[in-house]
């Protein structure tokens, strides 16, 4: 009885349980792992470069800020855009093509000597990142069994730690170095050049690398490609094995309705062939995205795509402008400190100092060494990482996803509001510390959980459409705290610990997950 599905064709979840799990799964999560990683280090790598950098392109606060800002814009924009390509052409071809792009663009941008072309290379890394960051978590998903599935997808957390403790031993390693500029007439090219470079060659590297793994069998079915997904499948099955892909048990893939789109079904040609240079299939492309478009903003998926969009939104404005101040908030406490030793203060206090000297003899920082907290103290918070990042994977399927998202965002919007009680700079490390760990691990879970909530067809889309709303908030949020900080130091304070608390609320609508296979 239990083996009728040799006859008649398995379902997805009886061939990727007969395929076993083994070696590709563990290189899998290795590649989708460190992509992440790469993503994190794409993500942060300004906060080294800003400082690094002021002299050479003669930066004002303003450039500063654009520059901040154009990462940010290209997450934006790009969520959705290689959301709607991974999820009608496939997942591998648009994961490898992010990482190329943001390879080389990274690569080359540690070449350019002009801020505004240095800005618009920063913005198409955050347009290339954010597809790589999309589309990570669903193609690792799509491998797995239902009861490895949610194990896996956690230990992803543990990558972004890696990244987030790599970026700034990178950079302490780089930039501090003596003697390795480069000057040709107008021409410089200096550590942080350097060190912009560097960033750029794991993208690269990366993306060769996946070009030897299969597309998601899971997504090649769901396309109708049903000998493609079995080939694809008995290729795991010998690399878990060791054994012949003839002996895979299953010879035949029972096949669904297939659910891309209406223009899917009115045709026998797979969505994955079709090409981007003839206008007819282009038409036809663009009818699957605005179908699957259509279909996350109706019943069954509607609540669950607002609700992710809307916990997306307060985790990641919070995360991204908070993590951001903490650096120039540590600053100012060290400037504190300097003129009022053995005094302290509150942030509040602390934030009312004027730290510039608008006298200044060096106002683009060409005479300043970066001290070497800078590099110690983001060290530290991903070092911080570590605990929570274990404890995750080897507790999620005793407490599931959903209480960890709601424990993570609820903690981590009591430390928001701890600020106001902050008196030093070592109060102001432990806390950001802290704040670091628990919302990544909240990012992390929002994702793993998207997995689950959404159809094959909808995965990445709904995933790129909840990072568009994030990245939306966070591009807001460092655009307006200049502003909301200047009116009153309070308001930031409630306005993102406030935030924190509506995701952690929102988060008991979420169901549970990680039980069923995937649809």
């Known amino acids: 009885m239990g083996l009728d599905f040799l006859e008649h064709g398995a379902d997805f979840e009886a061939a990727i349980s007969a395929t076993g799990f083994g070696r590709f799964h563990f290189c899998l999560l290795a590649v989708t792992g460190l992509i992440y990683a790469n993503t994190a280090i794409g993500i942060t790598i300004i906060s080294f470069v800003l400082p690094a950098a002021t002299c050479d392109f003669k930066m004002t606060s303003a450039d500063k800020g654009w520059l901040t800002a154009a990462p940010m814009l290209g997450m934006v924009i790009g969520s959705y855009f290689w959301g709607c390509l991974a999820d009608t052409k496939g997942r591998k071809v648009v994961l490898v093509s ?31 990142v954010a597809g790589a960051m999309g589309i990570c978590f669903p193609y690792l998903g799509e491998f797995q069994q239902t009861k490895y599935r949610e ?23 780089i930039i501090p170095i003596q003697g390795i500029r480069i000057e040709s007439g107008s021409f410089s090219y200096d550590s942080w050049n350097w060190f912009v470079a560097a960033c750029g060659i794991p993208s690269l590297l990366l993306g060769f690398w996946l070009f030897t793994f299969p597309e998601s069998p899971k997504f090649m079915m769901e396309c109708g490609d ?43 040609k797979s969505v994955r062939s079709l090409s981007m240079r003839k206008p007819k299939d282009l038409r036809r492309l663009f009818s699957e995205i605005w179908a699957q478009t259509k279909a996350l903003c109706k019943a069954p998926y509607l609540k669950y795509t607002i609700l992710t969009c809307l916990i997306q939104f307060g985790l990641t404005t919070s995360y991204y402008t908070l993590m951001i101040w903490f650096p120039e908030l540590f ?3 060290e400037e504190f400190e300097h003129r009022f030793p053995g005094k302290s203060a509150s942030v509040c206090d602390v934030s009312s100092i004027v730290v510039k000297d608008e006298n200044s003899k060096d106002p683009f920082d060409c005479e300043k060494i970066i001290d070497q907290s800078v590099y110690t103290h983001t060290l530290i918070v991903g070092l911080a990482c570590i605990p929570t990042s274990l404890w995750l994977p080897l507790c999620v399927h005793k407490l599931g996803a959903k209480f960890f998202l709601i424990f993570s965002l609820g903690f981590a919007g009591v430390v928001t509001v701890g600020l106001y009680f902050v008196q ?18 909240a990012i992390s879970l929002v994702f793993c959980v998207l997995v689950d909530l959404f159809p094959t067809n909808l995965r990445v889309m709904a995933a790129a459409l909840s990072l568009t709303a994030g990245r939306g908030g966070g591009l807001i949020g460092n655009l307006s705290f200049g502003y909301l900080i200047d009116i009153n130091c309070v308001v930031p304070i409630v306005l993102f610990s406030a935030f924190l608390f509506i995701a952690a609320i929102l988060c008991f609508f979420l169901p549970k997950t990680g039980q069923e296979a995937l649809d």
Request: one cysteine or more.
């Open 98 to 128: 992010t990482l190329l792009i943001d390879g080389f663009v990274g690569i080359l941008s540690s070449f350019v000597q002009i801020l505004p072309i240095f800005m618009a290379c920063r913005f198409i890394n955050g347009f290339s």
């Open 151 to 173: 194990k896996i997808l956690c230990w992803m957390e543990m990558f972004w730690t890696l990244g987030v403790i790599v970026l700034p031993l990178i950079a302490w390693g």
């Open 226 to 268: 049903y000998d493609d997904a079995l080939a694809c499948l008995k290729k795991i099955y010998k690399q878990n094995t060791g054994d012949d892909p003839d002996n895979y048990p299953i010879k035949s893939l029972k096949e669904k309705v297939r659910t891309i789109s209406v223009a899917s079904q009115s045709s026998q």
């Open 331 to 333: 600053n100012r406490y």
């Open 424 to 441: 030093n700079s070592t109060q102001n490390l432990v806390l950001s510390c802290i704040f670091e760990a628990l919302t990544s691990l």
